[in-house]
């Protein structure tokens, strides 16, 4: 077998230079691509690491999103004082990922474009109308989160593009949680996982909703349930189960050796409803434009 080529560029350009053939691949952490190349599934001729692109690594508040760089690693996720701030469910999806170990190497980037549909980050993100940005030689171009994610480990990136930034909208006032369901260890993969974003009222109505589902179905999907069954009304408990309900309706659960879909269908609902009643006891979002926090400066606001 030929020696793997192993390049570590240090600028987006150089990266983005060296892609092109079909056995060339990106490395992040590597932590889902070395088990690839190990078990054989896939060949690589040229190895790209991306972890020297310090721009990459770059969480930055501007102009009213969240602009996290792909190589921002899952554990700097949930640390970071940005994301906590203006997406907590992010930050909480991200450090309950797998263990600390991996979520020390892992970047967002790698985490999106491996596509396990049991990846904690997903959810969150399609429930907060998350884009992803995609960069080649021949130019730039996004995507919402939920075009993205075609199937089981299946994107809509091309073998000469670089995923280089994911942005979630800054949106004060919105209220969120994650939950997930993880029958074996705690750090295992979740048998289901939901991602609620809502916001409500000044009479405390609901006026808007997204739902995350991941782990049930061959991707991670976005849920937008009838309004018929939520606006203008409180978040009540029965409300809360009969959008479980929907959302549970709605999934197309894959079976495995492990869990029926039946049962997959029934703890969605189950994990929506929890996630309704998390966001509903949540605080809602705070502002960026009138903050006055000492975070932030007189334009963007970053973070390494
Ligand atoms: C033991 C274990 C337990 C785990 N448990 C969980 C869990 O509970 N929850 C969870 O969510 N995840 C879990 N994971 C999965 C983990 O989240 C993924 O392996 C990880 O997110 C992948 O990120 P990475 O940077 O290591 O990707 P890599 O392995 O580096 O890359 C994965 C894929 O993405 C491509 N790629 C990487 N970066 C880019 C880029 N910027 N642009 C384009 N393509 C790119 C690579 O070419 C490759 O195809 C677990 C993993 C392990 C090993």
């Not at 554990?75 to 203006?86: G, K």
């Not at 190497?105 to 969150?124: I, N, W």
């Not at 000044?202 to 782990?215: F, K, M, N, R, S």
């Not at 009540?236 to 659960?253: L, S």
Request: proline share 7%.
């Amino acid at each position: 077998m030929p020696a793997t080529e192993f390049l570590a560029p240090s600028t987006l350009e150089e990266a983005l230079g060296a892609l092109g053939g079909d056995d060339t691949h990106l490395l992040g952490g590597g932590t889902a691509l070395a088990l690839l190349l190990k078990t054989g599934m896939v060949e690589a001729a040229r190895v790209v690491w991306l972890g020297r692109v310090a721009e990459l690594r770059a969480i930055t508040e501007l102009d009213g999103e969240l602009r996290i760089g792909a190589g921002v690693t899952l554990h700097t996720l949930s640390s970071s004082p940005l994301v906590r701030r203006h997406c907590p469910s992010l930050a909480r999806a991200a450090g309950l990922a797998a263990n600390i170990r991996v979520r020390a190497v892992a970047t967002l980037g790698g985490h999106l474009v491996h596509a396990d549909p049991r990846q904690d980050c997903p959810p969150v993100l399609l429930a907060c109308g998350a884009t992803v940005h995609l960069a080649s030689t021949a130019g730039e171009r996004a995507l919402a989160l939920d075009e993205f994610l075609v199937s089981f480990l299946e994107t809509a990136i091309l073998p000469t593009e670089v995923l280089t930034y994911v942005h979630v909208p800054i949106e004060p006032g919105r209220r969120e949680a994650y939950v997930r369901f993880t029958p074996g260890s705690e750090d295992d993969f979740p048998t289901v996982g939901a991602a609620v974003a809502l916001r409500a009222d000044d009479a405390g109505a609901l006026t808007d909703l997204e739902i995350g589902v991941g782990a049930v179905g061959a991707r991670a999907t976005r849920h937008r349930p009838d309004p018929a069954l939520w606006r203008g009304r409180p978040c009540t408990a029965p409300t809360a189960r009969a959008i479980g309900a929907a959302v549970a309706a709605d999934v197309a659960p894959a079976p495995d050796h492990r869990r029926s879909a039946r049962y997959r269908r029934h703890v969605t609902g189950v994990m929506v409803e929890r996630a309704l009643s998390d966001a509903w006891g949540a605080a809602p979002l705070p502002g960026t434009a009138t903050d006055p926090s000492p975070e932030r400066g007189a334009g963007a606001l970053h973070e390494h």
